[in-house]
């Protein structure tokens, strides 16, 4: 598609493609009608599904309505004419349905995510640093500071307040035990639980930790986290493809522990791990867990003190997320 400028030169426009919305549809005609939005040139078909979620400890359980939604794209913009036959194919089908189109123009939904996710400070000293972009000024002269991350799908940017409130502890008990750790014994043997991009782990290998293991049930996100540690020269910080279930088995089989045990993980999770959390940690170690609502930030400590036996240390919150440091 082209558009004439003031100069009478064709210039090229985004691609548009169409969205064709049925509401207010009878489950029972959810097969029929999608058959007829695929015969008038739809490339893909979708349900609006409500959903209800009990806590976070659970996975969502899908609402089934009388009444559906259905998309349907089409890259082929349909004629007014086809348009208003689809329709009338539809409404012959069930006659109170609401029938519209829209029209979006194509986006490279990655590109446009990148423009917003620009270097920052993450953790004082450290920045975020995305790897399509050049290192700040700010932390050039001290590269051992900067991040560099490529979040592919993974959770763990550094731009969730969760990530943050980790990051925060983390860096205040490497201050302190990190370095009392790395003049008597090393340095620091460090978990972290659900790590995402691996940026937490990082942080502790830059401050000296002596090593850092990565567990994630995330495929995908192992694979991003092994990808930034190798974007960052990393060469203590592993990524593990077990559990943390079977980590801590071999924890108290071999009496080998952590002294520093981090867990970003939503609340209701965290309750679920408790007790595999705990047997990782070495008499006098450390926890760090985020990922706590705050809404439910009292209920939740009780619950996991109770589980572990474990003191809590210290809290601290960002918007409606708190996090906690833990001794064993």
Known sequence: MTVKNSDHNLVPTAPLYAVVVV?????????????????????????????????L???PEIVMTEDVTLKAYFTNLPTEGERLAMENEVRALQPQILFSVAHETHKDWLEEWKKGFVPFL????????????????????????????????????????TTKLAAALIVEWMKLEGARLKARD????????????????????????????????????????????????SVSTKIDDRDVSDLARECEAKGEHFDLVIA??????????ADDLKRTVKPGGTLVLSGILTDREDEFHRDFASKTGLQEQ??????????????N
């Open 264 to 273: 970003n993980i939503i609340d209701g999770v965290l309750l679920v791990l």
């Open 122 to 161: 993450f953790a004082e000293p450290f920045w975020v640093v995305p790897k399509w972009c050049p290192v700040p000024n700010e932390v050039a002269g001290s590269p051992k500071h900067a991040l560099l991350i490529d979040p592919g799908m993974a959770f763990g940017t550094g731009t969730h307040e």
């Open 186 to 233: 090393g340095g620091a043997r460090v978990l972290d639980v659900g790590t995402g991009t691996g940026v937490l782990a990082l942080i502790t290998e830059r401050m000296g930790a002596f090593s850092a293991v990565g567990l994630d049930i995330d495929p995908e996100a192992r694979r991003t986290a092994r990808e930034n540690l190798e974007l960052n020269a």
């Open 314 to 327: 210290k809290r601290v919150r960002m918007g409606e997320w708190c996090a906690s440091t833990w001794l």
């Open 57 to 59: 400890r659970y996975d």
């Open 23 to 55: 509401q207010k549809l009878s489950r029972s005609l959810e097969d029929e009608i999608t058959a007829v939005l695929f015969a008038a040139g739809a490339e893909g078909v979708s349900e609006d599904l409500p959903f209800v979620q009990k806590d």
